[in-house]
T-cell receptor, first 117, second 112 residues
Framework: GAVVSQHPSWVICKSGTSVKIECRSL??????MFWYRQFPKQSLMLMAT?????????EQGVEKDKFLINHASLTLSTLTVTSAHPEDSSFYIC?????????????FGPGTRLTVL | DAKTTQPNSMESNEEEPVHLPCNHS???????IHWYRQLPSQGPEYVIH???SNVNNRMASLAIAEDRKSSTLILHRATLRDAAVYYC?????????????FGKGTRLSVIA
């Protein structure tokens, strides 16, 4: 199967700082990537859809100015949590759609655990 | 997307078969039934998917009711590594450009 990586795998930061999370498709091109957030003991919540070369589409209730998404190439999407606060502490997961395959499976990254102190 | 209903948790003995049910009574004709699972502290991984017919792959089998209002994921021999949260998801069409919307899933515990 295709591989999606995320970097970093975990990060601890002080309140008020910004954190960038990278999502890469390692062996395929991904015109569309998705960003999810998962709080402890809860399910994944879709945050936004990231399309290469265009603006991301955010789900209702997700602040686009706080969660900046950039999808500058077919293999890289980044999520920047700006002015992070403790309530932003969560497990952030990206997924990528592998273009051109017979079944449009989504491949998920291993996740990034963000802790804001 | 139509909603799915799954039991919160299930338990299985190691090397026994496991049947994980999913109800989707409001499924539409174009909804595909997808199953993903999430191991602890990892991203979800694809298990299987189907539209109308039963499906088998190396990981599991998917049994779809004739009226498509329910389905069952079958793990033929549960191992400790199968302990995870299993998500049954409906998605309109087979397009990978549409996101997967996760419900609460079923937490499967496997007992040695």
């Amino acid at each position: 199967g295709a591989v999606v990586s995320q970097h970093p795998s975990w990060v601890i930061c002080k309140s008020g700082t910004s954190v960038k999370i990278e999502c890469r498709s390692l062996d395929f091109q991904a015109t569309t990537m998705f960003w999810y957030r998962q709080f402890p003991k809860q399910s994944l919540m879709l945050m936004a859809t990231s399309n290469e070369g265009s603006k991301a589409t955010y789900e209702q209730g997700v602040e686009k100015d706080k969660f900046l998404i950039n999808h500058a190439s077919l293999t890289l999407s980044t999520l920047t949590v700006t002015s992070a606060h403790p309530e932003d502490s969560s497990f952030y997961i990206c997924s990528a759609h592998a273009s051109g395959r017979s079944y449009n499976e989504q491949f998920f990254g291993p996740g990034t655990r963000l802790t804001v102190l | 997307d139509a909603k799915t209903t799954q039991p919160n948790s299930m338990e299985s003995n190691e090397e026994e078969p496991v049947h994980l049910p999913c109800n989707h009574s409001t499924i539409s004709g174009t909804d595909y039934i997808h199953w993903y699972r999430q191991l602890p502290s990892q991203g979800p991984e694809y298990v299987i998917h189907g539209l109308t017919s039963n499906v088998n792959n190396r990981m599991a089998s998917l049994a779809i009711a004739e009226d498509r209002k329910s389905s069952t994921l079958i793990l033929h021999r549960a191992t400790l590594r199968d302990a995870a949260v299993y998500y049954c998801i409906l998605r309109v069409s087979n397009s990978g450009n549409t996101p997967l919307v996760f419900g609460k899933g079923t937490r499967l515990s496997v007992i040695a």
